[in-house]
């Protein structure tokens, strides 16, 4: 396809300015790990952050997470610091929201120019000794000490590219990954899921060092996860809470793979009565509160089902709706955190 291959030149290009110089990017003074993905959307990005933070955290590291904030309503700088007071979602976006409502001892920085806007507000972001950069892996702008890869083995890795399909870059710049975590590990067969990872670690295993690297990891890892079911949680509270018994719910969602949703509240025996789903990052209209009001109060005791991500995009817009969230966490197969844990303790502020 001539638009496909002309697509891929233009990414070629992009990184020829990189390697050349012609484009500059920032280094920024802390150990930086990038995590990010070949294809569009929905391949565990946040939650791999907050795992990663979280255990930085653990270790009495001072932690910040530079973002994009991807579809939020504002396009100002936003630095929250360390224990500080969250904005509203619609200024930082939902998911950077997320993390910092699950990580309040973190730093966030979200701005489309993160990289600079990060060098530029550094003693406002804590001085960090640890630098988590959120969808990364194209984000050349930034220096980086080690790359983060998530990929979604229920999706090919032979898609077009955009805009013409769902992959950002063609599977050669796996070469650059560090670390590779395989998502949704248990939706196919285990034959499947070698297949994928023996072609992984054979283009893994061409390691490519670009400028925007300052180092590269001894050992490469690819691990497997998927994600587990934590709990319910109160949708006017934010707090864990038991399924309440005798109530029927509207399962609404806007995120990029709500298949995932479906069979999550099958496997817990929710009583589901209608869905509703939405694309990615979407806010809502009021014809579409309407709707979901709606829908609810035609239910002996209804209420909304949703993820946690959409309830912290639509808590304030459905505020007055009940409202039952499912929070998931991060689960590896075999020692995967334990490799995660030997990964990040490769920063020198861990040595």
């Given at each position: 396809?001539?638009?496909?291959?002309?697509?891929?030149?233009?990414?070629?290009i992009?990184?020829?300015?990189?390697?050349?110089?012609?484009?500059?990017?920032?280094?920024?003074?802390?150990?930086?790990?990038?995590?990010?993905?070949?294809?569009m959307?929905?391949t565990?990005k946040?939650?791999?952050?907050?795992?990663l933070a979280?255990?930085?955290?653990?270790?009495?590291?001072r932690?910040?997470?530079?973002?994009?904030?991807?579809?939020?309503?504002?396009?100002n700088?936003?630095?929250?610091?360390?224990?500080?007071?969250?904005?509203?979602?619609g200024?930082?976006?939902?998911?950077?929201?997320m993390?910092?409502?699950?990580?309040?001892?973190?730093?966030?920085?979200v701005?489309?120019?993160?990289?600079?806007?990060?060098?530029?507000h550094?003693?406002d972001?804590?001085?960090?000794e640890l630098?988590?950069?959120d969808?990364?892996?194209?984000h050349?702008?930034?220096?980086?000490?080690?790359?983060?890869?998530?990929?979604?083995?229920?999706?090919?890795?032979d898609?077009?590219?955009i805009?013409?399909?769902?992959?950002?870059?063609?599977?050669?710049?796996?070469?650059?990954?560090?670390?590779?975590v395989?998502?949704?590990?248990?939706?196919?067969a285990?034959?499947?899921?070698?297949?994928?990872?023996?072609?992984?670690?054979?283009l893994?295993?061409?390691?490519?060092?670009?400028?925007?690297k300052?180092?590269?990891?001894s050992?490469?890892?690819?691990?497997k996860?998927?994600?587990?079911?934590?709990?319910?949680?109160?949708?006017a509270?934010?707090?864990?809470?038991?399924?309440?018994?005798g109530?029927?719910?509207?399962?609404?969602?806007?995120?990029?793979?709500?298949?995932?949703?479906?069979?999550?509240?099958r496997?817990?025996n929710?009583?589901?009565?209608?869905?509703?789903?939405?694309?990615?990052?979407?806010?809502?209209s009021?014809?579409?509160?309407?709707?979901?009001?709606?829908?609810?109060?035609?239910?002996?005791g209804?209420?909304?089902l949703?993820t946690?991500k959409?309830?912290?995009?639509?808590?304030?817009?459905?505020?007055?709706?009940?409202?039952i969230?499912?929070?998931?966490?991060?689960?590896?197969?075999?020692?995967?955190?334990?490799?995660?844990?030997?990964f990040?303790?490769?920063?020198?502020?861990?040595?």
């Open positions: 396809m001539r638009a496909e291959r002309e697509a891929r030149v233009i990414a070629a992009r990184e020829w300015f990189y390697q050349g110089r012609l484009l500059k990017s920032v280094e920024l003074p802390a150990f930086t790990i990038s995590v990010g993905n070949l294809s959307g929905g565990g946040s939650p791999f952050v907050m795992l979280r255990l930085s955290l653990a270790e009495g590291k932690t910040a997470v530079i973002t994009r904030g991807y579809k939020r309503k504002s396009s700088l936003e630095l929250v610091a360390a224990d500080a007071k969250l904005p509203p979602v200024a930082l976006g939902d998911e950077p929201w993390i910092k409502n699950r990580l309040p001892g973190i730093a966030l920085l701005h489309r120019d993160r990289a600079r806007m990060a060098l530029r550094w003693k972001l804590g001085t960090p630098l988590i950069l969808d990364g892996f194209q050349w702008q930034a220096v980086r000490d080690r790359d983060v890869l998530m990929v979604d083995v229920s999706e090919s890795l898609q077009l590219t805009p013409f399909g769902r992959m950002r870059e063609s599977t050669a710049a796996v070469g650059r990954a560090d670390l590779i395989l998502t949704r590990a248990k939706a196919i285990p034959e499947k899921l070698a297949k994928i990872e023996k072609r992984l670690r054979g893994m295993d061409v390691r490519r060092q670009p400028l925007w300052r180092s590269r990891t050992k490469l890892r690819i691990l996860a998927d994600y587990e079911f934590k709990e319910f949680f109160d949708g509270t934010g707090l864990a809470c038991p399924l309440p018994e109530q029927e719910f509207v399962l609404a969602s806007g995120i990029a793979k709500p298949d995932g949703v479906r069979a999550l509240a496997s817990l929710v009583p589901v009565r209608e869905e509703i789903y939405f694309s990615d990052h979407h806010r809502l009021g014809a579409e509160i309407t709707r979901l009001r709606k829908a609810v109060e035609q239910l002996p209804g209420a909304l949703v946690e959409d309830w912290a995009r639509w808590r304030d817009t459905l505020a007055g709706i009940p409202m969230g499912m929070r998931v966490e991060f689960q590896f197969l075999g020692d995967g955190e334990a490799q995660v844990k030997e990040l303790l490769e920063a020198p502020c861990f040595t």
